[in-house]
């Protein structure tokens, strides 16, 4: 497993993560499974949300109470959650009172004293960065939060919370595949006449500015395709011509497809983390096999073009 710099930290995590969106309706032995999966193939980091599951904080429950982490083995694994969305609205809050309980509901929840990482749970439109900031001071001088990120936010967005908030952005949570890959494509036709891929939405250039910025982006859904399909690219038939190269190059490797999906975003020089979340620990293994795996320029640029973008 190769591991990649979170942020500014001088820390090293694994550039795949194990998310914990969907276990909870999973058995302890399944979670022991899966945990074990991860941790097997040198994964050390997972991550949660309050959100996730069917009840505020309840995969995170699930997660501690499936395995029983001791205080021993909980210092070998980073915990990385997320808040700010209040899904009964649904709406957003970046309050101090919201984030600040919503952390120590999942300290209760995940059976531990401090939050590795905490990200701000997509951006809120009524944000007020004194706000974020004031929380953000007293979850990490009181321990309960070591680092502290964002998702999906743009270069602005971030730009705005900077101006208030004093611990450095370490990371920050994106939709990536390489068949829902408007973060790099847009760069490659810029300037381009006659193709929507050119359009710089609000996006634009972010892997470019967590890059100068130290900030380490996180891929979410990287096996999804959004570009009109929809679903899970691999094995679909609305992406054949994707399917097809991806194929290739899985017998050329002695891999399975899932890893050369995953080995796509690895390939990146902005040294970013893949985050799975699948419940299968078979999966699990399959995907870890992309850690290490470094596709050539060509091989590259072909999977682009193969899920139907210009390279010019």
């Known amino acids: 497993m190769r591991n990649v710099p979170l942020g500014s930290t001088g820390l090293t995590v694994p550039n795949v993560v194990a998310g914990m969106m969907r276990i909870d309706d999973k058995t302890d032995d399944e979670v022991r499974a899966l ?3 991860a941790r097997e193939a ?8 309050d959100i996730y599951a069917r009840a505020l904080h309840s995969a995170e429950e699930r997660f501690a109470t499936a395995l029983g982490l001791s205080a021993a083995e909980r210092g070998e694994i980073r915990l990385q959650t997320k808040a700010g969305i209040v899904r009964e609205g649904p709406f957003f809050d970046f309050s101090y009172e919201h984030l600040v309980t919503s952390v120590e509901a999942s300290l209760r929840s995940l059976r531990t004293d401090y939050i ?3 990200l701000l749970h997509r951006p809120d439109a009524l944000v007020e960065p004194a706000e974020v900031a004031r929380a953000f001071d007293h979850l990490e ?3 309960k939060v070591r680092a502290f990120g964002v998702s999906n936010h743009t270069p602005r967005q971030i730009d705005l919370l900077r101006t208030a908030v004093r611990q450095p952005l370490v ?3 994106v939709q990536l595949s390489v068949a829902h890959a408007p973060l ?7 300037n381009m006449e006659g193709t929507t891929q050119s359009a710089v939405l609000d996006g634009g250039g972010l892997i470019e500015y967590c890059r100068i910025n130290g900030i380490t982006l996180q891929a979410w859904s990287p096996l999804q395709g959004t570009r009109g399909h929809g679903g899970v690219f691999l094995g679909n038939p609305d992406y054949a011509d994707l399917n097809a190269v991806i194929d290739a190059l899985a017998e050329k490797y002695g891999v399975p497809p899932l890893a ?3 080995a796509w975003i690895t390939r990146h020089p902005a040294g970013m983390q ?7 620990p078979g999966r699990v293994t399959d995907a870890a096999l992309g850690s290490d795996l470094r596709l050539t320029r060509a091989e590259w640029y072909a999977l682009v073009r193969a899920a139907g973008y210009v390279v010019p």
């Open 141 to 143: 001088s009181t321990g």
């Open 184 to 190: 790099v494509t847009q760069g490659l036709a810029a």
């Open 171 to 173: 990371a920050n949570q």
């Open 35 to 37: 945990y074990g999966a």
């Open 260 to 262: 050369i999906a995953v």
């Open 116 to 118: 590795d990482v905490l």
């Open 42 to 49: 040198g994964i050390d980091f997972f991550d949660h949300a």
């Open 274 to 280: 893949v985050v799975l979340g699948t419940t299968s």
